[in-house]
């Protein structure tokens, strides 16, 4: 089994950072991808941005400019470093981890408790 840790979200005025972490761990040596997701209230839970041997990248629309993804595989963690915050950012956000070709998250859909994000205006 994996387990996926979040943490670092909180409460910042918009225009400001934070930056979250998730640390894997378990059954992981096949780990070669990591991102994260967020789900704001009443809405679907959407992707946010990835990262796929710690170096190829990918961001949805609306955030790209304003957070990078990034990992520390030393640590078996990825980041998200997330500036320019709006009060749309606002929502609980998630990590999942690739292991092979499997997204393992998306796979189980069990995606725990996350990190709460809010920006006010």
């Known amino acids: 089994q994996v387990q996926l840790v979040e943490s670092g979200g909180g409460l910042v005025q918009a225009g400001g950072s934070l930056r979250l972490s998730c640390v894997a761990s378990?059954?992981?040596?096949?780990?070669?991808?990591m991102g994260w997701h967020r789900q704001a209230p009443g809405k679907q839970r959407e992707f946010v941005a990835g990262i796929i041997g710690g170096r190829v990248t990918s961001y949805a629309d609306s955030v790209k400019g304003r957070f990078t993804i990034s990992t520390d595989n030393t640590k078996n963690t990825v980041y998200l470093q997330m500036n320019s915050l709006k009060p749309d950012d606002t929502a609980v956000y998630y990590c999942?981890?690739?292991?092979?070709?499997?997204?393992?998250?998306?796979?189980?859909?069990?995606w725990g408790q996350g990190t709460q994000v809010t920006v006010s205006s």
């Open positions: 378990g059954s992981i040596f096949s780990l070669n991808g």
């Open positions: 999942d981890a690739r292991l092979g070709s499997v997204w393992v998250r998306r796979h189980t859909d069990n």
